[in-house]
């Protein structure tokens, strides 16, 4: 296997930034490297993030399907967001203690699932009955 170079810090620390909410900035940055797509910035103590998933918990449905449409791997918290209800299920079906994995900063899942609004209104919904429905049975 062929060793690559690594990216510039301070250019992974724009692109995951500026994906919160710049979707000129991250298509002007990934022109520039494209290998970002896939790049993770460290925030501190752990807290790592995507430019895919900045986008996902801010909501920016624009950013997230640029970003997806050019190869970033899709994660479970921008599939909320993007009100993707069967790929959602699927995951918590095979692992339902995935509803307490926290996302980038800490941001749960269904607050991910908010952040779509109304297209990700099913997601919501779901997610606020699988919780309701484990402690049911607890």
Not at 91 to 107: D, Q
Not at 121 to 138: G, Q
């Amino acid at each position: 296997m062929e060793l690559k170079s690594t990216l510039e810090a301070s250019l992974v620390q724009e692109f995951v930034g500026k994906a919160h909410g710049d979707l000129n900035r991250v298509q002007e940055l990934l022109a520039g490297e494209p290998a970002l797509i896939n790049a993770c910035w460290d925030w501190g103590g752990g807290d790592f993030e995507t430019g895919l998933g900045a986008a996902a918990h801010m909501g920016r449905k624009d950013i997230a399907c640029f970003l997806l449409d050019n190869g970033a791997r899709l994660d479970l918290f921008a599939a909320a967001m993007l009100g993707k209800l069967d790929i959602v299920k699927a995951a918590l079906a095979a692992f339902p203690g995935t509803i307490h994995t926290p996302g980038p900063h800490g941001i749960p899942l269904i607050a991910h699932a908010q952040a779509g609004g109304e297209e990700a209104r099913a997601v919501f919904e779901f997610l606020a009955s699988f919780e309701e429905s484990k402690h049911k049975y607890v």
